[in-house]
């Protein structure tokens, strides 16, 4: 699996091609970046069979519903999402284009659906954990219980080769793994859940 990054818009954002060589795709969070998006799937040759989103805010969406139309591609996002989306998914759920399988996990915390997809040892994290920092909890469905969860639950478990993509270019590197994150990022220190919320709300 081959992976495309694109930092698109003047909110330092991440949009994500995952492809192989049966020219299938994914792309994750086409935020502001449907005609680079575009470009290079022309480019390469890829047929886009879905798009991944990783929560609902509009810096993410923007142009999902363009790209899904110029495409054919249907819109992924949890099940929970107010979006308007063609495949809803739950923790766990898995989808497949070519040789390529996403697993998502649904990672509450910085919105109620947000969620990372797993794909070949790459995690494509939105705005749940960032290079260096995680999201913000303080906007309508945030929780710092919740990303306690999310953070310590369901990502700082994965293997420390995990190659980590966020959703901004808000880091000192564009990408990371779970092992340096777990080592470097302040927010992953070791910590209780109080200990956390407390840490998070102030």
């Known amino acids: 699996m081959q992976i495309k990054q ?6 330092l954002n991440f949009s994500y091609v995952l492809y192989v060589e049966s020219r299938r795709a994914f792309c994750v969070d086409p935020s502001y970046g449907s005609t680079e998006i575009q470009s290079f ?3 390469a040759d890829l047929k886009l069979d879905y798009i991944l ?6 810096d993410h969406v923007d142009q999902a519903q363009e790209l899904a139309q110029k495409t054919g591609s249907r819109v992924v996002a949890h099940k929970s999402s107010p979006y308007n989306y063609d495949v809803g998914v739950i923790d766990g759920q898995r989808l497949r284009a070519g040789e390529i399988e996403v697993i998502t996990l649904h990672t509450p915390g910085h919105t109620k659906d947000s969620v990372c997809y797993l794909s070949n040892g790459a995690l494509f994290t939105g705005d749940t954990l960032f290079v260096g920092e995680c999201g913000r909890v303080d906007l309508p469905g945030g929780s710092a219980s919740e990303m306690y969860d999310s953070l310590f639950g369901k990502l700082v478990v994965l293997p420390d080769d995990t190659r980590v993509y966020p959703g901004h270019d808000y880091g000192n590197r564009p990408y990371s793994t779970i092992g340096i994150e777990k080592a470097a990022n ?4 070791p910590r209780s859940k109080s200990e956390f919320e407390r840490f998070m709300n102030n």
């Not at 694109?6 to 909110?11: A, D, F, H, S, T």
């Not at 989103?53 to 509009?58: I, K, M, S, V």
């Not at 302040?186 to 220190?189: G, T």
């Open 53 to 58: 989103l990783t929560h609902h805010h509009f």
């Open 186 to 189: 302040y927010v992953l220190r």
């Open 41 to 43: 799937l022309r480019e």
């Open 6 to 11: 694109l930092k698109v818009g003047r909110m």
